[in-house]
């Protein structure tokens, strides 16, 4: 048998997404999630409140009100902080190590496998869903907590002092915010997953030819 300048030449050591560092990767991303879906739920039960109270003036007859807030607000921006960063943390975390497993794959990997192809073109779609998905859930959800961080951290200093006008968050943000992180990391879970596959097709492909 001949062997020829492609069988001499050195191979490109692959990363394998099915291998224990991906799986501890994916099961530490969704531990993320739930983790920061705690969090949210934590921060939602917590958040500031307003009472208003009702205050007169003997000299003009006049009454006003002004509103006091529940609490410092400490808990819920605590909680919406550690939310913020715990995701972006397994946000970047999974998808660094895809795109270090991807661009260990050979170049022939793209041309071994028919783009023209009924796989090829179901996992292309997946792939573009489940990024493009991923990246909007986990946007909204990072919006959403930056707006109960600046809310909450609005009242630290005088909260109980009270004022004509009092910002406060409203119900469900935080809880929304939860759901896009936890939807956010379960659809990174299924990147992973579409890009495992793409993997092992091309071995397969690989050990045919």
Request: include cysteine; charge should be positive.
């Amino acid at each position: 048998m001949a062997v020829t300048h492609t069988d001499l030449a050195p191979r490109r050591r692959t990363t394998d997404l099915s291998g224990k560092t991906g799986v501890f990767f994916m099961v530490l991303t969704i531990l993320f999630g739930l983790f920061v879906f705690i969090l949210c739920l934590i921060a939602e039960s917590t958040r500031s409140e307003v009472t208003w109270i009702s205050t007169s003036n003997n000299k003009e007859k006049e009454v006003k009100y002004e509103c006091v807030y529940n609490g410092s607000g400490k808990v819920p921006l605590i909680c919406a902080a550690c939310t913020f960063v715990g995701l972006a943390f397994a946000m970047v975390t999974e998808h660094t190590y895809i795109l270090i497993a991807v661009s260990k794959t050979p170049p022939s990997a793209l041309v071994t496998v028919d783009p023209h192809s009924d796989p090829a073109n179901s996992l292309t779609w997946k792939v573009g869903f489940f990024f493009v998905t991923t990246w909007i859930c986990f946007a909204v959800g990072e919006i959403l907590l930056l707006i109960g961080l600046s809310v909450e951290s609005g009242h630290l200093k005088n909260w109980s002092k009270p004022k004509s006008s009092c910002l406060i968050i409203r119900e469900g943000l935080f809880s929304a915010a939860g759901v896009f992180a936890l939807t956010t990391v379960f659809l990174a879970a299924g990147l992973y997953l579409t890009a495992m596959g793409v993997q092992r097709i091309w071995k397969e492909l690989e050990n045919v030819r």
